[in-house]
């Protein structure tokens, strides 16, 4: 028998939704014994088993298991095996990024049409409210680190061509450029569920983050908003992703804001970094004083110093030496790569050259 061909389709997504959608989808609530949707008991039964299902699959791994689109004919034609690219612009550390790739999923069986409108969420788990549910299993779903994915939206072809064609053949590697680039092309070609034609671009580039993407770590008590220090990272950032083509996996472009409290932020946080803080090529840590030592949100223990001593390989950027660098040093390797120089762009292309050799 055949095996039909996987159809690939990209959804952009605000990014106030998508910040809600990782918190629902990795911290989903609990479920109301709330009875009063009996008239569709029998549906919310089945995605309540669904669910269950879906969350009972023990990986290491955190996935996006679950999406959800307005109930359009392309978003009800979804079937097993095609595959969603889900895109969003985001926004932290003082800048407006790019469009960035943020989620692909394989799916899993054929879209679910549910309630034609929004409804109350009391018994209906997430992400069942109204429209059209998309499911993934683990090996089907992923995460990606920020990052700048408008070259690879802009050279993929779709099956409506985008009005105008916007070329990336002289296209300036520079935030803004990439910015305008976006908003161009977005005013009418990405409002809605679009099927891609070829989408080699996109999965070239996803290939691409696998193996040249980084973990950021640092002090948040060091880099506080709006302060210098902070500035530095947003333009290490900027130069890694816009001129080296390089994910970087942060706190605050990996969960944009979002109306949750802190506490909830943070439980979601620690979850979506904690699988690329162990996959990662490479660990790039702000080194300040303080870096290593006791985190005033733990009673005992250090954030920095738990994911240095999980890294794969490490590379230093020394603001200045830490008081704990013995203690850094005992998970030290001959893998680690470190910089002095206090260049953001001297420091991505040091660190573009790491992942170039494998990081090793």
């Known amino acids: 028998m055949k095996t039909r061909k996987p159809r690939h389709y990209l959804s952009y997504v605000r990014e106030d939704l998508i910040a809600s959608w990782k918190m629902q989808a990795l911290m989903p609530e609990s479920q109301s014994n709330n009875r009063s ?123 409506t061509p985008l009005e105008p064609h916007t070329s990336t053949d002289d296209l300036p590697c520079t935030l803004g450029d990439h910015v305008a680039a976006w908003k161009a092309a977005s005013r009418k070609g990405f409002q809605s569920l679009r099927r891609f034609k070829d989408p080699t671009a996109l999965e070239e580039f996803a290939e691409h983050l696998q193996t040249h993407s980084v973990f950021l770590s640092y002090r948040w008590i060091d880099h506080p908003e709006h302060s210098a220090d902070r500035e530095q990272l947003a333009k290490l950032t900027e130069h890694l992703m816009i001129d080296h083509e390089v994910g970087v996996w942060f706190d605050g472009l990996a969960l944009p804001p979002s109306k949750h409290t802190p506490e909830q932020r943070r439980g979601v946080l620690e979850m979506l970094l904690g699988t690329p803080l162990r996959e990662t090529p490479l660990l790039v840590a702000r080194i300040t004083p303080e870096y290593g030592g006791p985190s005033a949100e733990l009673t005992e223990g250090s954030y920095t110093l738990l994911e240095w001593q999980a890294a794969r390989c490490r590379f230093s950027w020394r603001h200045s030496p830490s008081r704990y660098g013995e203690r850094l040093r005992q998970f030290a390797s001959n893998t680690d790569h470190r910089s002095t120089d206090e260049s953001a762009s001297s420091v991505a292309e040091d660190i573009r050259g790491v992942l170039d050799n494998g990081s090793g």
């Open 37 to 159: 949707h009996e008239p569709r008991s029998d549906w919310v039964e089945r995605a309540n088993r669904k669910r269950v299902e879906l969350l009972g699959q023990h990986s290491e791994s955190v996935w996006p298991w679950a999406f959800q689109l307005g109930q359009t004919a392309s978003a009800q034609s979804m079937k097993q095996g095609d595959v969603l690219w889900v895109v969003s612009r985001l926004s932290a550390l003082d800048r407006s990024w790019p469009p960035a790739l943020v989620a692909r999923l394989d799916l899993a069986e054929d879209a679910w049409v549910g309630p034609t409108k929004r409804v109350e969420r009391k018994g209906l788990p997430f992400p069942y409210r109204f429209g059209v549910s998309l499911f993934t299993h683990p090996d089907g779903g992923k995460f990606y680190a920020a990052n700048d994915a408008t070259r690879a939206l802009l050279d993929c072809e779709y099956q």
